[in-house]
């Protein structure tokens, strides 16, 4: 897996919890302008390196079996706001 190919992985990751998160928020009825403009900029750079790796001349693939870099996420303490913009 190349570097760029590693970074998207991870930045999809992170998208999918944020996007996760959003939900539950938004069903609450507790999103936050903040919350929905944070997550909007991660899908925009999520798009641009997808649209980035479509315009290259070799195929894209991911090794399944090599290892996968996870994020963290560390759990939310009652009354503790996570700013779903960024990592944690």
Not at 42 to 57: G, I, N, P, Q
Request: charged share 30%; net charge negative.
């Amino acid at each position: 897996m190349t570097r760029e190919t590693a970074a998207l992985a991870v930045l999809l990751r992170k998208a999918q919890w944020l996007l996760d998160d959003l939900a539950y928020e938004v069903a609450a009825g507790r999103a936050r302008e903040s919350d929905l403009c944070g997550v909007a900029d991660v899908l925009d750079e999520v798009a641009r390196l997808l649209r980035s790796e479509s315009r290259d001349e070799t195929p894209f693939v991911v090794d399944s079996s090599s290892e996968v870099p996870r994020t963290t996420v560390e759990p939310r303490r009652a009354g503790q706001e996570r700013n779903l913009g960024q990592a944690p």
